[in-house]
């Protein structure tokens, strides 16, 4: 329950935010028609969701991949958070 909330958290702070960024967080619907190029992961990372989104996008792009999807995130006084990529 409590990685839903998060996982909202980070979904409602995508849609209000306007980085520069090219990969996109979607939601479940979304990547359903979306080619799954691998996942990424951040631990032990301090910080708002919003910074911990924007980290998660430069990883992404790093990779090639259009998009994210938060799969995992946990919050014990550090983040970790999982995401798989899409093409």
Do not use: C
Not at 51 to 75: T, W
């Amino acid at each position: 329950m409590k990685n839903r909330k998060i996982i909202t958290v980070f979904g409602l702070l995508a849609a209000m935010s306007f980085g520069a960024s090219a990969a996109q967080l979607v939601n479940d619907q979304q990547a359903s028609g979306l080619q799954s190029v691998g996942t990424v992961s951040l631990g032990g990372v301090a910080g708002a969701p919003a910074d911990i989104r924007q980290q998660l996008s430069q990883k992404a792009d790093a990779q090639g991949a259009a998009a994210y999807r938060i799969v995992e995130a946990r919050n014990n006084d550090t983040w970790h958070v999982t995401a798989e990529l899409y093409k």
